[in-house]
């Protein structure tokens, strides 16, 4: 992966990010990760954001956005903080279920960001604090996997 060096020369992916809603505050930073690798390697241009209102929407999202072929690679990224009901369960196992089904029924890579986290200190902790910031890596690992899937098919 290097970076970018705007002489007009390198190909850009496309890269379509897909962030969950709720539980915004600890989304956003997620986001700010995910743009700290765009801004390295990529030029913002080449990045779309889609909203979705939760962490059990972005399979669907996702799988519109590689049906349409519009995009390289595909970040998810949502956090679940688990509640005193089994819906955090259901909604974790299904949502990240959904995303692995995508990527391998569309052949395209799709960082997975999706934070499953017992409180919202262990969501922030990996949303740029002192666990990292999911967000950069889920980014990060689209990339690296675009580059190893293109360094197969030349």
């Not at 970076?3 to 997620?30: H, M, R, W």
């Not at 995303?99 to 934070?115: A, E, H, M, N, T």
């Amino acid at each position: 992966m290097n970076e970018k060096n705007n002489d007009g020369n390198d190909y850009l992916p496309k890269i379509a990010i897909v962030v969950s809603k709720f539980n915004e505050f600890v989304t956003e930073k997620l986001v700010e990760g995910a743009f700290e690798v765009i801004d390295k390697y990529l030029d913002r241009d080449h990045c779309d954001v889609f909203w979705v209102p939760g962490a059990f929407e972005l399979p669907l999202m996702a799988q519109k956005i590689a049906s349409s072929k519009s995009y390289d690679g595909i970040v998810c990224l949502g956090a679940v903080i688990k509640g005193e009901t089994q819906h955090f369960d259901y909604v974790c196992s299904e949502a990240s279920s959904g995303i692995r089904q995508v990527s391998i029924k569309y052949d395209i890579p799709i960082g997975f960001g999706l934070l499953t986290t017992l409180t919202p200190r262990q969501a922030m902790d990996r949303a740029g604090g002192t666990k990292g910031n999911k967000g950069h890596d889920a980014t990060t690992t689209v990339l690296e996997m675009l580059d190893l899937i293109q360094s197969i098919v030349q």
